[in-house]
C-alpha cells in the first residue's frame, strides 16, 4: 500500500512540475487561467445569488412546506440556527 501511495503521489508531483513549466513558458496561458477562474467565480456568485439561500430558511422564512427536508432539518421559526448547528 505504502509502495502505491509512493507512485501516484510521485506522478502528481511531476505532472504538477510538468504544469509549471507550462504555465511559465507561455506569456499568454496566465491570462486565460486568470480569465477562467474569473468565469469561474463570476458563474457562482450568479448561482449562490439566484438560488434558494438557506440562510432565509433558517430564519423561519419561506418554510411553508411541512415536509421539506430542508425546513425539517433547520427548524421553521425564528429561533431556528443555521444549517441545524
Known amino acids: 500500500m505504502v509502495c502505491v501511495t509512493f507512485v501516484v503521489f510521485g506522478a502528481v508531483a511531476i505532472a504538477a512540475g ?3 513549466v507550462w504555465i ?3 506569456p499568454r496561458t496566465p491570462i486565460w487561467l486568470s ?3 474569473g468565469f469561474v467565480f ?3 456568485a450568479f448561482k449562490l445569488a ?3 439561500s438557506s440562510l432565509i430558511v433558517a430564519v423561519g422564512l419561506g ?3 411541512p415536509l421539506d ?3 425539517t432539518m433547520v427548524g421553521n421559526g425564528p429561533s431556528a440556527t ?3 448547528k
Open 63 to 65: 418554510c411553508d412546506q
Open 69 to 71: 427536508p430542508l425546513c
Open 18 to 20: 510538468l504544469l509549471g
Open 82 to 84: 443555521f444549517m441545524g
Open 42 to 44: 463570476v458563474s457562482l
Open 35 to 37: 480569465r477562467i477562474s
Open 24 to 26: 511559465n513558458g507561455s
Open 50 to 52: 439566484t438560488t434558494k
